[in-house]
């Protein structure tokens, strides 16, 4: 049989594509997810991906492998892509023309009823601008939001204000918007196996619960009777409670990353959010590969004021996130209230200690033991026993018991973990922090704990009882503990954070997808929930600027962010 020329090398040609698409196939293994970042958007008006892909072909090969490789192209609030490359693209894309930066897609994290009246922003306040309030939209980066939390129930508000260009992704989990959370989108561009954990939902619905905590903390309404079992009970509600909430979910079990903060950011900022809140960070780097610098420039350039997270790692110096000028960074303080949990022994001492301890006894004694006396130190486990250490202890001499253990290492879990009901932990620095622990727990000073462990080894019958927390004045402000410090080098001549706002143990709207303490094996489920971190700060700051925007509408951030920082109290 004759073959014609043409149809030899018509199979020659597809050999050789079979060819390049195998080498293709190996080298993408090696891509690794960038942003090329491009700046404004051009004078001219919009961009598209097919200006983007043009730009990448070049670099890449071939138009088919530009279209391949983009995982994303920005284009309504700013100019730029995101792209799996080999290292040396991208290198070759940061010389480009009209290209600002290339830096690789990395993670970041979040920053994990009484306040308003402590700020002194009463419910009643009659200095209030209700009509331009109902007009505010919020915009949050999260974890997405729990549309059943009372705090977003939309009786008497009217459709979305008509500058409005936001939308709502209609999917799985997500009962959809209503006329209080006017957006909610989600964005997962970096979508590979096993970068969702099991219980991430691919909608805009918030697993997580912090999502729902900030945009409460916000603007939620007003709900009365709101505490968490109990504990802080009062009235809930945001600092512009008639205002709008657009959550954009950024934030997934592994994180939040580049790709997808710039993407909401870009979003966010042309849907026309007046307020952002950003509750995230990571590490400090050049403004120009950090995805909430960037973000954040394009929307002060669209007159919308960006809040965000100062960090938790103080107290420790220079340790101060999203430092950029033109961010509003927010450090936490905590409030004139602090729980704190009760405890007492057999013999009749009392002791309390910091602590959200939703558990009410429902015995009058339990009895009670101590890592050191729970444990075997002849060789067969291992660990630190007076610190109940998890392999240290045996679990017969637990279970059932209240037991004692020195140094802050969250015990509670090991504790429950091997079948006992309750720890007192004393603490070798006193700390400002109420935790939610999974078994009924406080943190007791060393002191005290001295005392503890004194009682057990007198009495082969030690009992013991942790009282539910209740809430106890305490003398305000205080900067947090945790909360991060400047000094700052990227830009020294800007001190940062730029204000401080509660952020120690605010009771605020959760999920009911999420346990309250985090802890998977923990049923306790609420709509409210006790939560820590300068991520709680933010939301506040960023409704104080929508209070401060109602009035002035026409200010720009920097004036907002001046006559926040300039008329800030200690009371
Ligand atoms: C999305 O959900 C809303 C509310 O449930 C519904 O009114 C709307 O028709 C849905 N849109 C689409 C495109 O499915
Ligand atoms: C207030 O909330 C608690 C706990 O959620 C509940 O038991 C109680 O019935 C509520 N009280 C009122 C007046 O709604
Ligand atoms: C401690 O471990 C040793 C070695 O396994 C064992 O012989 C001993 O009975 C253990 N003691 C207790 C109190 O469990
Ligand atoms: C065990 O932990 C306690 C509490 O943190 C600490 O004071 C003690 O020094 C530790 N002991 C050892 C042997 O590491
Ligand atoms: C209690 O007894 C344990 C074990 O003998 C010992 O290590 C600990 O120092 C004692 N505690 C006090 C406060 O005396």
Same mark, same amino acid.
């Given at each position: 049989?004759?073959?014609?020329?043409?149809?030899?090398?018509?199979?020659? +040609?597809?050999?050789?594509?079979?060819?390049?698409?195998?080498? $293709?196939?190996?080298?993408?293994?090696?891509? @690794?997810?960038? =942003?090329?970042?491009?700046?404004?958007?051009? @004078?001219?008006?919009?961009?598209?991906?097919?200006?983007?892909?043009?730009?990448?072909?070049?670099?890449?090969?071939?138009?088919?492998?530009?279209?391949?490789?983009?995982?994303?192209?920005?284009?309504?609030? !700013?100019?730029?892509?995101?792209?799996?490359?080999?290292?040396?693209?991208?290198?070759?894309?940061?010389?480009?023309?009209?290209?600002?930066?290339?830096?690789?897609?990395?993670?970041?994290?979040?920053?994990?009823?009484?306040?308003?009246?402590?700020?002194?922003?009463?419910?009643?306040? @009659?200095?209030?601008?209700?009509?331009?309030?109902?007009?505010?939209?919020?915009?949050?980066?999260?974890?997405?939001?729990?549309?059943?939390?009372?705090?977003?129930?939309?009786?008497?508000?009217?459709?979305?204000?008509?500058?409005?260009?936001?939308?709502?992704?209609?999917?799985?989990?997500?009962?959809?918007?209503?006329?209080?959370?006017?957006?909610?989108?989600?964005?997962?561009?970096?979508?590979?196996?096993?970068?969702?954990?099991?219980?991430?939902?691919?909608?805009?619905?918030?697993?997580?619960?912090?999502?729902?905590?900030?945009?409460?903390?916000?603007?939620? =309404?007003?709900?009365?009777?709101?505490?968490?079992?109990?504990?802080?009970?009062?009235?809930?509600?945001?600092?512009?409670?008639?205002?709008?909430?657009?959550?954009?979910?950024?934030?997934?079990?592994? &994180?939040?990353?580049?790709?997808?903060?710039?993407?909401?950011?870009?979003?966010?900022?042309?849907?026309?959010?007046?307020?952002?809140?950003?509750?995230?960070?990571?590490?400090?780097?050049?403004? !120009?590969?950090?995805?909430?610098?960037?973000?954040?420039?394009?929307?002060?350039?669209?007159?919308?004021?960006?809040?965000?997270?100062?960090?938790?790692?103080?107290?420790?110096?220079?340790?101060?996130?999203?430092?950029?000028?033109?961010?509003?960074?927010?450090?936490?303080?905590?409030?004139?209230?602090?729980?704190?949990?009760?405890?007492?022994?057999?013999? &009749?001492?009392?002791?309390?200690?910091? #602590?959200? $301890?939703?558990?009410?006894?429902?015995?009058?004694?339990?009895?009670? /033991?101590?890592?050191?006396?729970?444990?075997?130190?002849?060789?067969?486990?291992?660990? $630190?026993?007076?610190?109940?250490?998890?392999?240290?202890?045996?679990?017969?001499?637990?279970?059932?018991?209240?037991?004692?253990?020195?140094? +802050?290492?969250?015990?509670?879990?090991?504790?429950?973990?091997?079948?006992?009901?309750?720890?007192?932990?004393?603490?070798?620095?006193? /700390?400002?922090?109420?935790?939610?622990?999974?078994?009924?727990?406080?943190?007791?000073?060393?002191?005290?704990?001295?005392?503890?462990?004194?009682?057990?080894?007198?009495?082969?019958?030690?009992?013991?009882?942790?009282?539910?927390?209740?809430?106890?004045?305490?003398?305000?402000?205080?900067?947090?503990?945790?909360?991060?410090?400047?000094?700052?080098?990227?830009?020294?001549?800007?001190?940062?954070?730029?204000?401080?706002?509660?952020?120690?143990?605010?009771?605020?709207?959760?999920?009911?997808?999420?346990? =309250?303490?985090?802890?998977?094996?923990?049923?306790?489920?609420? $709509?409210?929930?006790?939560?820590?971190?300068?991520?709680?700060?933010?939301?506040?700051?960023?409704?104080?600027?929508?209070?401060?925007?109602?009035?002035?509408?026409?200010?720009?951030?920097?004036?907002?962010?001046?006559?926040?920082?300039?008329?800030?109290?200690? #009371?």
């Amino acid at each position: 049989m004759e073959i014609s020329h043409g149809l030899l090398l018509l199979l020659f +040609n597809l050999s050789l594509l079979l060819l390049a698409e195998l080498v $293709n196939g190996s080298t993408d293994t090696q891509r @690794k997810p960038y =942003i090329v970042y491009m700046g404004d958007l051009p @004078k001219t008006g919009a961009v598209t991906a097919a200006d983007h892909h043009s730009l990448l072909s070049a670099v890449v090969g071939s138009d088919r492998m530009a279209r391949d490789s983009t995982i994303h192209s920005y284009g309504r609030s !700013f100019n730029g892509f995101a792209a799996r490359l080999l290292p040396h693209e991208a290198k070759i894309l940061s010389e480009k023309e009209g290209v600002v930066s290339v830096f690789p897609n990395t993670m970041r994290k979040l920053h994990t009823t009484r306040s308003w009246d402590f700020l002194g922003m009463r419910e009643k306040m @009659k200095k209030r601008n209700p009509k331009a309030e109902i007009n505010m939209v919020i915009g949050l980066l999260d974890t997405g939001i729990w549309m059943d939390c009372p705090s977003f129930k939309d009786k008497g508000y009217g459709p979305p204000p008509t500058k409005w260009k936001g939308k709502c992704s209609n999917s799985s989990g997500f009962t959809g918007c209503n006329n209080k959370v006017i957006g909610a989108k989600y964005y997962d561009l970096d979508h590979q196996p096993g970068m969702l954990g099991k219980d991430d939902i691919l909608s805009p619905v918030d697993t997580d619960g912090h999502g729902t905590h900030t945009a409460s903390t916000a603007a939620g =309404i007003v709900v009365k009777n709101a505490s968490l079992f109990g504990v802080g009970k009062g009235t809930a509600r945001g600092g512009v409670p008639l205002a709008r909430i657009a959550m954009y979910k950024v934030c997934w079990y592994t &994180g939040c990353s580049d790709m997808n903060l710039l993407a909401g950011f870009d979003d966010a900022i042309a849907d026309g959010v007046d307020v952002l809140s950003v509750s995230i960070g990571g590490t400090v780097g050049p403004f !120009f590969e950090d995805p909430i610098a960037i973000g954040a420039f394009h929307a002060m350039r669209r007159g919308v004021l960006v809040s965000s997270s100062a960090g938790n790692d103080g107290p420790l110096e220079a340790t101060v996130q999203n430092v950029a000028p033109w961010i509003l960074t927010v450090g936490a303080t905590g409030l004139d209230r602090e729980f704190r949990s009760q405890v007492k022994l057999g013999n &009749g001492m009392k002791a309390s200690g910091v #602590s959200v $301890n939703t558990f009410s006894p429902r015995k009058k004694m339990y009895p009670l /033991t101590s890592g050191t006396l729970a444990s075997n130190s002849s060789g067969a486990y291992w660990g $630190n026993v007076s610190a109940c250490d998890w392999a240290s202890l045996i679990p017969e001499e637990v279970k059932g018991k209240i037991v004692y253990c020195m140094g +802050n290492r969250g015990q509670d879990f090991n504790i429950r973990d091997l079948g006992g009901i309750g720890t007192i932990m004393s603490l070798d620095e006193p /700390t400002d922090i109420g935790f939610t622990f999974v078994i009924p727990s406080t943190f007791v000073t060393s002191e005290e704990g001295r005392k503890i462990d004194k009682y057990i080894n007198s009495t082969k019958k030690a009992q013991a009882v942790i009282y539910k927390s209740k809430a106890f004045k305490i003398a305000a402000p205080f900067v947090s503990s945790f909360s991060s410090r400047g000094p700052q080098d990227l830009s020294p001549n800007i001190l940062k954070p730029d204000i401080v706002a509660p952020g120690l143990d605010i009771l605020a709207g959760y999920s009911k997808l999420a346990p =309250i303490s985090g802890d998977p094996e923990d049923r306790r489920f609420a $709509n409210f929930n006790i939560l820590t971190g300068t991520s709680m700060s933010c939301p506040h700051v960023a409704a104080a600027a929508a209070y401060v925007k109602s009035f002035h509408p026409k200010w720009s951030p920097a004036a907002i962010k001046s006559a926040l920082m300039t008329t800030g109290e200690t #009371s």
